[in-house]
């Protein structure tokens, strides 16, 4: 099985899913809140919701009383979208530097580069039917 190139997309959703569950409350929530759930350093938090905040899926407000927002319903947040936005043009597949020397190694990164992009479409098409509300539908609180 491929590793992730990165824990972003899963953080992400994970902490949409929170803001729109129960458990926000529909108040803000600290980054500290969201990073115990998660489960990493509140700073990673902040570091996957930026994206996220410029695109306007979700608001920040300093302060003791500050933190994290939903912007809309889950319901208008597409998974599809996050994955846009959190993964942007990484690959999918972890690919590698082959041996420009090996035959095979000279013309395999183009095959794999283009068995990448099917597989970054399918996952698109694939959480395109998927929203936030969905997902917090199915978590239990």
Sequence with gaps: MARPTSTHFAVAVHVLTYLAS??????????EEL??????????????????????????????RGGWGLTRPAAQIGVADVWSLVQADEHVLGLHGPNPACPVGRSIQHSLTDLDALVRESVRRTLGA???????AQVSV
């Design 22 to 31: 129960p458990a926000a409350e529909a108040r803000a929530v600290s980054s």
């Design 35 to 64: 990073a115990q759930s998660a489960n990493v350093n509140p700073v990673h938090v902040r570091r996957v919701l930026g994206p996220l905040r410029e695109a306007g899926l979700v608001s920040s407000r300093p302060g003791p």
């Design 130 to 136: 998927v929203s936030v509300a969905d997902l917090a």
